[in-house]
């Protein structure tokens, strides 16, 4: 019988000062953004797709309420990115056990089904990672030990996250047959997503646009879509036990898995979306 208690690290339910305050300080940056984005944007150029947003300045084009989460989608001559940045624990959690889709229609309908969907993480067949975003280190009078703590916690949920985050889910691409393609494929699709210090999570996905329909030299406006699919995405359940404390999630043969649960625990199940337009930016 499935232990949730073994899933996990040893459950705390204490956030430290440096996060708590970085979080406020987010959060008061998210109030100056648009809740979707209103510009074409260039990449930075020499951009890495590496889970981090230091390319980005570390700022975003825009803080979006209804899925929340911090946003930019940029492109070069050769690609277009989407940069996601979450910060509230269960936010992070909704998108571990479903993913984000980004979907481009380049036709400029937003349920156009011959778009092109990309959803990252996935994760291969009963690999899903197991973080316990309550887990965090807790703050001292000691500023050494605190920084070696957070590093110490930051390299071990990475490691979790990158040694099982190794495919991208591919829709609407005829010269791709496969769903389901490794991070190391062939054909130009880069995704990333990596845990700062402060534990905020940060994704960075790469298209071609020879795979959207779309030309840098002739640019037209087509209408994107991102949504975080939640826990239930593909037919999963979900159901509590142990008096509330954990959450457990089905999905078809997949074995069974525990995250913990928290006041908002319905958040992960439900998905959400935003829809919005965007024209490439030439140089």
């Known amino acids: 019988m499935l232990n949730p208690i073994k899933l996990f690290y040893k459950y705390h339910s204490k956030i430290t000062l440096i996060a708590l305050l970085l979080t406020v300080c987010f959060f008061a940056n998210a109030q100056k953004l648009p809740n979707k984005q209103e510009v074409s944007l260039r990449a930075p150029a020499g951009i890495r797709i590496d889970g981090k947003a230091t390319e980005w300045g570390n700022k975003f084009q825009a803080y979006n ?5 911090f946003y930019t989608i940029a492109n070069d001559d050769g690609n277009i990115y989407l940069v996601v940045k979450a910060i509230k624990p269960d936010i992070i959690n909704k998108i571990l056990l479903g ?3 980004f979907t ?3 036709s400029g309908k937003k349920n156009d089904k011959e778009g092109v969907a990309v959803t990252f993480p996935t994760f291969y067949k009963n690999k899903r990672p197991y973080i316990n ?4 280190p807790e703050l001292t009078k000691d500023t050494m ?3 070696m703590q957070a590093d110490s916690f930051m390299r071990v949920v990475n490691k979790e996250l990158t040694d099982k985050s190794k495919e991208i889910e591919i829709e609407g691409v005829k010269s791709i047959p496969d769903s389901v ?8 699709f880069k995704a990333i997503a990596l845990f700062d210090k402060q534990i ?17 030299d002739k640019p037209i406006m087509f209408k994107y879509n991102i949504k975080l699919n939640g826990a239930t995405a593909n037919g999963a359940r979900m159901k509590l036990t142990n008096n509330g404390k954990y959450i457990i999630v089905t999905r078809g043969n997949d074995a069974a898995y525990a995250i913990p649960s928290s006041p908002e625990y319905m958040s992960y199940s439900s998905s959400t979306d935003l829809s919005g337009e965007y024209t490439l930016a030439k140089k």
């Open 200 to 216: 905020n999570y940060t994704s960075e996905l790469a298209i071609p646009i020879k795979y959207l329909g779309l030309s840098i």
């Open 145 to 147: 030990m605190n920084k």
């Open 99 to 101: 993913g984000i889709t």
């Open 104 to 106: 481009v229609s380049s």
């Open 65 to 69: 309420h209804a899925t929340e989460i």
């Open 181 to 188: 393609i490794s991070i190391y494929n062939a054909e130009g």
């Open 133 to 136: 975003l309550k887990n965090r």
